[in-house]
């Protein structure tokens, strides 16, 4: 692997990178041989394997991000208006074939599974276009499926697990549901900026590379060793630090703080109401992510703040802008 001078000793450090003669981190071998098949993966929309029916069938298969059939999915064919026409379960091949009555202009298909996130496909003009998905479902990122992720021993499969929140998916996840497993996760997350081998953008529907979003974990878990890794994400963010270092002994004392510094620089003679929610914490209570939302006159904003606990305080290492809502004031509102 080539390194540029500048950054070598800060790579050796980080991921353990190779010397002559020492073995190369077995994660970032694990995340090489998962990408080739990761790829291939997600430009295969067809199955391949249905021939057009004689009557309106919807056929198919469903799988996993790995490829791997998924059985006993519904499968629902229903008209734009959300009336069914069809519906059935996958076998234990993960293949569907559902005859359906009445086919109109406007045909969808809708799979759900236990486990899976709904995926759904609308306004499909041509009865034979329901004929050769391949329907690959995301799965759904709670505590069962993180805590089961953390506690996987072959390196491949956790991979393959962290690609289900970094990868290409049809629903974006809550960053509070995965903050409190990124310590036990952070030796994965750099094996796979290490492997380079997830720099390239994925498909629709979701911008970006597994890369980008690892380094967007990495940059929420606010370890100063990363620090080099997520500085563009950072900046490409337009993320927000503290002029001083603000602390307080609760986190809602370290968040309200936090609002009064942040509102200083605006015009406004009074601070606006401020609304401090903690989202989520780490299991050892080393870390938290709290909500702030800020409402003005006719519009209002939430950032994602980052705390790291040092001994007896709470201290600020990350702001992320998060939305900003605009409303109209209600004079206007009853005046039209």
């Not at 002559?20 to 994660?27: D, T, V």
């Not at 406004?268 to 989202?279: E, G, L, R, S």
């Not at 950032?303 to 290492?317: A, M, N, P, Q, T």
Request: charged share 30%; proline share 7%.
């Amino acid at each position: 692997m080539r390194y540029q001078t500048a950054g070598a000793v800060f790579l050796l450090l980080a991921f353990g990178s190779p010397v002559r003669g020492e073995p190369e981190n077995p994660k970032a071998l694990a995340a090489r041989a998962v990408a080739e098949r990761y790829y291939a993966g997600l430009s295969k929309t067809r199955d391949g394997k249905s021939d057009r029916p004689a009557q309106p069938t919807a056929m198919g298969l469903v799988v996993d991000l790995r490829g791997r059939p998924v059985d006993y999915a519904r499968v629902v064919v229903e008209c734009g208006a959300g009336e069914i026409h069809g519906e059935g379960r996958t076998g234990a091949d993960g293949r569907f074939e559902i005859p359906y009555s009445n086919p109109e202009e406007k045909m969808g298909l809708t799979v759900t599974a236990p486990g899976f996130t709904r995926w759904a496909v609308v306004a499909v003009y041509e009865p034979h276009e329901l004929v050769d998905y391949r329907v690959r479902l995301d799965r759904e990122i709670g505590r069962h499926f993180l805590k089961a992720l953390v506690a996987e021993p072959d390196p491949e499969s956790r991979i393959w697990g962290l690609l289900e929140i970094l990868g290409s998916r049809q629903f974006s996840y809550d960053i509070a549901e995965v903050f409190p497993f990124l310590g036990a996760l952070r030796a994965d997350l750099l094996a796979i900026l290490e492997s380079r081998a997830f720099t390239r953008p994925d498909d629709e529907p979701r911008p970006g590379s597994p890369d980008e979003q690892a380094r967007e974990l990495l940059a929420f878990w606010a370890d100063p060793r990363d620090e080099p890794l997520v500085r563009d994400w950072k900046r490409a963010r337009s993320v927000v630090l503290p002029a001083s270092e603000l602390s307080g002994e609760d986190l809602f004392g370290a968040c309200t703080a936090w609002a009064a510094e942040s509102c200083k620089s605006r015009t406004d003679t009074n601070p606006p109401p401020a609304f401090c929610d903690v989202k989520a914490t780490d299991a050892e209570g080393t870390r938290a992510l709290v909500n702030l939302s800020v409402r003005y006159a006719y519009w209002g904003s939430e950032e994602h703040l980052v705390f790291v606990r040092e001994g007896k305080s709470w201290k600020l290492r990350l702001v992320v802008q998060g939305r900003i809502s605009h409303w109209r004031p209600v004079e206007a509102e009853e005046g039209r």
